[in-house]
């Protein structure tokens, strides 16, 4: 296990690209922070920057409600429970 690194969760869906998300915040972690980031995901990732692609299906899918101002807004699917398993998928001690 690697002493102190990143670990970033993107799962896409229908309007929203977390991974390439996940692609931008790691180049920045490694410029800025010095830190290796590894990412769990249910995609395939063509980018070298994660030093892990951790792959994990999540089935859990919730609606959350996206706001784009004050007065628009639409309800997309959201999964986000393979987050209470990052001490289980982790790479790193820190």
Excluded: W
Aim: charged share 25%; glycine share 2%; hydrophobic share 35%.
């Amino acid at each position: 296990m690697t002493s102190q690194g990143i670990l970033v969760f993107a799962f896409n869906n229908s309007q929203i690209d977390y991974i390439s998300q996940a692609i931008d915040l790691a180049k920045r972690a490694k410029k800025f922070l010095n830190l290796p980031v590894s990412v769990v995901t249910d995609s395939s990732i063509e980018d070298d920057v994660f030093e892990h692609v951790i792959p994990c299906n999540t089935n859990f899918i919730t609606d959350k409600r996206y706001y784009d101002g004050v007065f628009s807004n639409k309800n997309l699917k959201f999964r986000n429970d393979a987050r209470t398993h990052a001490y289980e998928l982790t790479p790193y001690n820190e």
